[in-house]
């Protein structure tokens, strides 16, 4: 299974989302590589930083933030369980290359107008995948959502009919991704990290689902 972790705004949680589900993934024994297709190299420094903390490493962290992406994507996948493509912001060569690769599409997005209003440039390269690609599956996934907050509520119900529908699971706003991503780690080896896995862990089940 190849999912892309896409939206063309910045700081909406893609590689963030893309570490904790390979992370997840691998702790259940699955065989899991990460694509760094950002230019920005986010997900590489990661994975650098913890060689640096000698941190045993879970999964493979590979950059190829390029446009040939969906072509060496699958022969990736060939010797995986699970890829995870970190997409880019405003690359829109490499989000199509990478939309074109994928067996499932994620987007995250906050809790926000402004992300909703932002979401209309790769809602339109998903529409120009499809051509290629009509069973490309896509999600919407509400990530760094504060706590009981009502806008959460009223912008999943929004999408709830669109197309791309919503994923029930969202993700909330904690600092402890912050915290465990300052050391090269996930939120399961944090020791404040219980809720915030609870959600990972929610969040890789849904999508295994779907993408079955």
Do not use: Y
């Not at 913890?50 to 010797?79: S, W």
């Not at 690609?133 to 999943?156: H, S």
């Amino acid at each position: 299974m190849i999912v892309a972790l896409l939206n063309q705004k910045g700081g909406v949680g893609k590689t963030t989302l893309a570490l904790h589900l390979a992370g997840a993934w691998a702790n259940n024994g699955k065989r899991v590589v990460v694509i760094d297709a950002d230019p920005q190299g986010s997900a590489l420094d990661w994975s650098e930083q913890r060689a640096r903390e000698t941190v045993p490493r879970l999964f493979g962290v590979v950059g190829l933030a390029r446009d040939t992406l969906h072509r060496e994507a699958p022969e990736i996948a060939r010797d995986a369980d699970h890829v995870l493509i970190d997409g880019p912001p405003r690359v829109a060569t490499l989000m199509r290359s990478a939309l074109l690769a994928a067996d499932l599409v994620v987007i995250p997005a906050q809790p926000s107008p402004f992300d909703g209003w932002a979401s209309g440039e790769i809602l339109r390269l998903l529409q120009e995948a499809r051509l290629f690609r009509p069973q490309l599956v896509a999600r919407f996934v509400l990530n760094r959502c504060g706590a009981r907050t009502i806008i959460a509520r009223e912008t999943a119900e929004a999408l709830a009919d669109n197309d791309p529908p919503v994923l029930a699971t969202r993700i909330g706003q904690r600092v402890v991704f912050a915290e465990a991503a300052r050391t090269g780690r996930l939120v399961c080896e944090m020791p404040q990290g219980a809720p915030a896995m609870r959600e990972i862990a929610a969040l890789s089940t849904e999508i295994e689902r779907i993408a079955r």
